[in-house]
């Protein structure tokens, strides 16, 4: 048997450093407390179901290693929740409940659906100018569930930081009020489910787990577009939530109304409480983000490679991330401290390897001019024939897919459009490229007469 001191606690932690550095979180060290061995398995105590929720689905393995590498033994670690304890036994009970023999069950509205990061809370969440609405609007909810906001609809394009605070506001409102009946899922999921309750004529308990909550959080309600069924279970849920005044809260890449196929009386009521919008963030926005990722590894990241990141990444937060995980892993393997040279190193791969792979924006515009026979100023005209839109969203489209360009830029191109217009075109395009195999030829062909990717 072996003590679970601080000194093999720690070195656990310090073999997670540096064997898992994208995995390894600085919360590690504050909330998790080991208890001592019994029966082959470490217990770790966690300072809340969210904790434990989290690093059981994402670190179990990771964690089992590192203890068994640090002992020597083939033990295991067992993540606890707050109020558990374990009796030589090795019997786990539970501590300060209310109510004797419900030591575990728990009721499903209580339980969030999808896992929730504690690394977003509204205290790691970096406000800009371009995001302060939307954090403001979130805290209010949080705050107060059902009477600020209901609801609340936050859109934004994608790795801008709209999970995020869907996440805050659920472990916003679980702090609050631990025993709030919380749902928090994508929207796929909502369907998956729906389709499986009338699958199996449990449509009762689906009514039940989604109704009878106090806070709905729903993310990517977007791909709810063109699913009628889904739509009309969505629609009855909401109202039944509402009328309860119950909070909802959404988000989607796009505003309700730029949502495709998306019923008028949804899109009604997604705009009765706030409609919210996330914009890219500013360079200041983009370094504090980088800086705030790089405490949460427990990386101290100097402030000159925050800047240069900052400066060359500058469409969304997780590409930020992605280079603070790449840095991280190619310090620990070459065994060197995160350098200004070292971030040069690791930008300039990623951008050769996207410079391969891009085309100019007017090189696609040429392309798709000459095969349809239209004009630049037509594309860039307020002209909504069919023959000139499709040719603009095709346009878009690829722009998308082959450049670095933001949608705000790429708008720009086309009689200064807004970032919606171009989130509309995009999913059209996909929609009918998925639909309609005579434009999926088309577009294959287009996308073979763009340069090749260039050899390294």
Not at 301 to 316: E, F, H, K
Not at 336 to 345: G, V
Request: proline content about 5%.
């Amino acid at each position: 048997m072996f003590d679970p001191d601080q000194k093999i606690w720690a070195a656990v932690l310090t073999h997670l450093r540096k064997t898992h550095p994208p995995l390894y979180r600085k919360w590690f060290e504050d909330e998790l407390e080991p208890l001592p061995v019994s029966g082959g398995t470490m217990p770790v105590r966690t300072s809340s179901t969210i904790h434990r929720a989290y690093v059981q689905q994402n670190c179990q393995a990771q964690f089992n290693d590192a203890l068994r590498s640090v002992t020597g033994a083939l033990l295991s670690v067992r993540f606890l929740e707050p109020d558990e304890t374990v009796v030589p036994a090795d019997r786990v009970v539970m501590r300060n409940r209310s109510t004797p023999g419900t030591a575990n069950h728990h009721t499903g509205p209580t339980d969030t659906t999808l896992a929730v990061n504690p690394d977003f809370d509204f205290g790691s969440f970096v406000v800009g100018p371009t995001n302060r609405l939307a954090l403001a609007a979130a805290k209010a909810v949080a705050n107060e569930p059902g009477k600020s906001y209901n609801p609340l609809f936050i859109h934004g394009d994608v790795g801008l930081g709209k999970t995020h605070l869907l996440q805050a506001i659920c472990l916003a409102i679980r702090e609050k009020d631990p025993h709030a009946a919380l749902c928090y899922m994508s929207a796929e999921g909502f369907m998956s489910q729906f389709v499986e309750a009338v699958q199996r004529g449990q449509m009762s308990d689906f009514r039940h787990r989604f109704r009878d909550v106090d806070v709905l959080v729903i993310d990517d309600i977007q791909t709810l577009g063109s699913r009628d069924r889904t739509q009309e279970e969505f629609f009855h849920t909401f109202n039944s939530l509402y009328q309860a005044q119950k909070q909802i809260v959404l988000s989607s890449d796009a505003p309700p109304e730029l949502i495709p196929d998306l019923q008028k009386r949804l899109v009604s009521r997604f705009k009765w409480g706030l409609v919210t919008q996330i914009d890219p963030p500013c360079f200041e926005t983009r370094t504090a983000i980088l800086k705030t990722k790089a405490r949460q590894r427990g990386i101290d990241l100097p402030d000159d490679v925050a800047s240069y990141v900052a400066q060359a990444i500058d469409t969304n937060i997780r590409e930020l991330e992605g280079a603070i995980g790449t840095m991280q892993i190619t310090a620990s393997v070459e065994g060197c401290e995160i350098s200004l040279e070292l971030a040069r190193r690791v930008i300039a791969g990623a951008s050769s390897t996207d410079t391969n792979r891009q085309v100019s924006i007017q090189t696609i515009i040429e392309t798709v001019t000459d095969f349809y026979s239209v004009r630049l100023s037509d594309l860039q005209s307020k002209r909504r024939a069919r023959s000139i839109t499709i040719p603009r969203q095709i346009c878009m489209f690829l722009a998308r897919q082959n450049t670095r360009h933001s949608l705000e830029e790429i708008g720009g191109y086309f009689g200064g459009r807004d970032h919606t217009t171009v989130m509309h075109a995009i999913r059209i395009t996909k929609e009918r490229q998925r639909t309609d195999p005579d434009f999926a030829s088309e577009l294959e062909t287009l996308e073979s007469q763009l340069p090749p990717v260039q050899a390294n």
